[in-house]
């Protein structure tokens, strides 16, 4: 199957390319495909022509997304309605992603695919209205895959890294330091998101619609900090602390782990948060005698 990967040098990105096993992927550098260039990123779709388009780009700083609201909605809505345009201009699927931020976290128990969303925010409101214009566009073409607490190999570039890398920086760098526990989340590793991501496009049960692909289990930054900092064997203690869901005035869900109930029918499994954290401690850090 032929496949144009948007956003290959990305955490998730990497890992797609690294996971696929018979799958043709293009994955062209941001200087020929830039979400922010729409026509340009249409006529090389046209171009190229591919049976699955995947966009892993997304404009996910969230505090910047509050100062920028119009380049957070021509990123993650405009630019996805435009993918999904070209898309059933041509005949393709596209696989786009999202967040658990569409959520207002007042449910208090893992999210359905099914269940209302009410974002926060404006990074949770511009992935909201992503999802809605692209199934609006091309409703028989889009799949839609939320996702939480991203952290992979190749890190996040646009944060400075990701949640693990700079948690072991931390422990290793000092005797303490503090984590906010009022958020429950379901943190995933991308390389386990990468794998469910490549079986769901080889399913012969796959259909359109929204999916949630996520590591099994539910826990709270400061939980997941102190797993962090336990598989690494340092002796640095993490501190709870309750910041009410809130980074300054900017509100932030308070529970938004995610069920994987769609995708679980179909076969799709992800690992445990736990297990899944411990590979990745291994392959980073102790394969690498970086700890």
Request: glycine share 8%; hydrophobic share 40%.
């Amino acid at each position: 199957m032929k496949i144009l990967l948007l956003g290959a040098t990305g955490q998730l990105g990497g890992d797609l390319i690294r996971n696929n096993k018979h799958h043709n992927i293009d994955s062209p550098p941001r200087g020929e495909v830039d979400l922010s260039q729409p026509s340009q990123t249409a006529e090389y779709i046209r171009a190229s022509r591919p049976e699955i388009v995947i966009n892993c780009a997304a404009f996910h700083d969230v505090m910047l997304c509050e100062e920028e609201p119009e380049r957070a909605f021509r990123i993650n809505c405009l630019a996805v309605w435009g993918l999904a345009a070209v898309c059933n201009e041509i005949g393709a699927w596209l696989v786009t992603f999202s967040s658990d931020y569409v959520f207002s976290g007042e449910k208090r128990a893992p999210y359905l695919e099914e269940d209302l969303p009410g974002p926060l925010q404006i990074y949770g409101i511009s992935r909201l209205a992503g999802e809605n214009a692209a199934i609006a566009r091309a409703p028989d073409r889009t799949i839609v895959i939320r996702t939480c607490g991203l952290y992979g190999i190749t890190g996040a570039s646009s944060k400075g890294g990701n949640f693990v890398d700079k948690c072991v920086a931390l422990a290793r760098n000092n005797s303490q330091f503090d984590m906010g526990c009022d958020q429950t989340v379901s943190p995933t590793s991308t390389q386990s998101l990468s794998c469910a991501v490549l079986s769901l496009l080889d399913s012969p049960q796959l259909c359109p619609g929204i999916y949630h692909l996520v590591s099994e289990g539910a826990c709270t930054w400061y939980e997941f900090a102190v797993a962090i900092v336990d598989l690494l064997g340092f002796k640095t203690k993490v501190y709870p602390v309750d910041r009410a869901g809130r980074t300054g005035t900017m509100r932030r869900p308070i529970y938004s782990a995610l069920s994987n109930k769609r995708a679980q029918k179909m076969g799709v499994i992800l690992p445990p948060w736990r297990i899944a954290l411990a590979d990745y401690i291994q392959i980073k850090y102790h394969s690498n005698n970086l700890c």
